[in-house]
């Protein structure tokens, strides 16, 4: 009995970063608050949904940027704001099905007014959009990204 | 000369075709506009005459936030056209980009749905360019005054899409609650969350 569970914890040792984080739910105050305590890691964050086409389509390139980028000091934080409603049927299930490797989460916020302001003020609340924070840079996109002006704008914010 | 224009004209037609739209805020006239309703009747502000204004919405058969207010903006009509302030819908986005907003999934929805106001086909989306629209659902509360309709609140009917949250900040009753005691809406702007305004593509 031991052993099996040595064996199982080996396992979780020997594949870390495979699994999704169990929680896929996140406050925009602990998102912030991780990014801000991030020192010269730079988070890229993206705003995603199932149903919006363009966010679907460039999420292959926030993908991309985080498995070629892998040994920088990169995060990629995929947050979906599908409703709350949709995490168990309709959001995990994509995830799985597109093998989505960057860090997912559901913004488990319901005053949309005001987790937008705290994201960025000039935000019209459309997606997609995104976000790059490095240390006190902090620039905010509301716009679609194709993987060169993503790369341009990782490299741009990385020096 | 024409050669000379002619780089100019195309650089203008292509700026032009993917302009932003700036949202019309309080404060400013509201278009009036001659829109096909569902039932084949065109619909504009001149063909009601006893109201005190209106609750112009643009929203859609496809969004998920659209459909998430469709029952609120229901509600609305039934609660405040009464009132005067009866709901005018219309449907922004161009069919050919979105496909199941065409004329006649309209009508189906709105004969589904029993909608006992207008539901607008805005044809070329002049109607949404002229409000400056972003996104479905995007809500305009017009006041009937001397000077014409003028607009008192523009954004989001409340502040709680998935409407899960008994607190909520209802800011469109706020606001017609406020018209209603000749009073200035406590908040006349908020986002309009929802998606964007699907425009034609040039």
């Given amino acids: ?159 | 000369m024409m050669k000379r224009l002619l780089p100019l004209l195309l650089a203008f037609a292509c700026f032009s075709a993917t302009a932003q739209y700036t949202t019309l805020l309080p404060g400013r006239a509201a278009p009036d506009f001659n829109l096909k309703n569902t039932d084949g009747k065109n619909v504009s502000f001149k063909d009601y005459v006893k109201a005190k204004g209106f609750i112009v919405v643009f929203t859609c058969n496809t969004c998920p936030y659209a459909k998430a207010y469709e029952q609120r903006i229901m509600h609305l009509h039934k609660k405040y056209a009464p009132a005067g302030f009866p709901v005018i819908a219309i449907n922004p986005n161009d069919p050919e980009v979105s496909t199941a907003d065409t004329y006649e999934k309209m009508q189906a929805l709105a004969k589904a749905k029993g909608y006992a106001f207008p539901y607008l086909f805005d044809e070329g989306q002049l109607t949404a360019n002229a409000y400056g629209a972003k996104a479905t659902p995007h809500t305009f509360l017009v006041m009937r005054e001397a000077e014409g309709n003028m607009i008192r609140y523009t954004g989001a009917i409340d502040n709680d899409t998935e409407n899960a949250d008994p607190a909520q900040t209802k800011y469109l009753e706020d606001a017609i609650a406020s018209l209603l005691k000749k009073e200035a809406p406590p908040v006349a702007v908020t986002k309009a969350i929802g998606c964007t305004v699907k425009r034609k593509k040039s």
């Avoid at chain 1, 099996?4 to 040792?13: I, N």
């Avoid at chain 1, 105050?29 to 305590?37: F, G, S, T």
């Avoid at chain 1, 292959?60 to 498995?67: G, P, S, T, W």
């Avoid at chain 1, 704001?81 to 989505?100: A, C, E, M």
């Fill in chain 1, 1 to 159: 009995m031991r052993l099996l569970l040595c064996a199982v914890l080996m396992m979780g040792l020997y594949f870390p970063g495979k699994s999704q984080p169990k929680n896929y739910l996140v406050k925009i105050d602990a998102l912030n608050k991780r990014i801000a305590n991030g020192g010269d890691t730079v988070y890229i964050v993206n705003f995603w949904a199932t149903w919006c086409g363009p966010c679907v389509e460039e999420l292959v390139h926030f993908e991309k940027l985080n498995k070629d980028y892998s040994a920088d000091k990169l995060k990629v934080i995929l947050v979906n704001v599908d409703f709350r409603s949709k995490l168990q049927k309709t959001v995990i299930p994509f995830v799985k099905k597109r093998k989505l490797r960057s860090e997912v989460f559901l913004l488990d916020e319901k005053n949309q007014q005001e987790y937008i302001d705290n994201i960025d003020p000039a935000w019209s609340g459309a997606i997609p959009a995104t976000l790059m924070v490095k240390g006190k840079q902090r620039k905010f996109f509301e716009e679609e990204f194709d993987y060169k002006k993503l790369l341009s704008q990782y490299l741009n914010i990385k020096k």
